[in-house]
């Protein structure tokens, strides 16, 4: 997965990484969370989910200590990072607060 999700960061449209555990109750509540983002917000994001258990050196290249873990990138660049439940207004309000204004309008 290592080489895909290399290419997948590296889209010019944001890109929101969901690290997972299939034994995380959090990560569960996460599910319909994300899929609301991704309704809301259609083509101007791309959301993959990363499960840990089957990533480990993915998992551990970029430090996820606790699941969920949500990162935000764009152009390869980790514009944010946090670990925990959010709403999905609060991930869409970190989506455009961090990422390229022009590829999210």
């Not at 109750?25 to 983002?37: A, E, I, T, Y």
């Not at 946090?82 to 990422?99: C, D, N, Y």
Request: proline residues 4%; positive net charge.
């Amino acid at each position: 997965m290592n080489d895909s999700f290399q290419d997948i960061i590296n889209s010019d449209k944001p890109v929101l990484v969901d690290f997972y555990a299939t034994w995380c109750g959090p990560c569960q509540m996460l599910v319909p969370v994300l899929k609301h983002v991704k309704d809301s917000l259609g083509d101007r994001i791309t959301i993959i989910k990363v499960d840990v258990d089957k990533n480990e050196k993915l998992a551990s290249k970029y430090r996820i200590k606790g699941v969920p873990t949500m990162m935000l990138f764009q152009s390869g660049v980790q514009l944010w990072r946090q670990s925990g439940v959010l709403s999905k207004e609060e991930i869409i309000e970190v989506i455009f607060k961090f990422s390229n204004k022009k590829n999210t309008e």
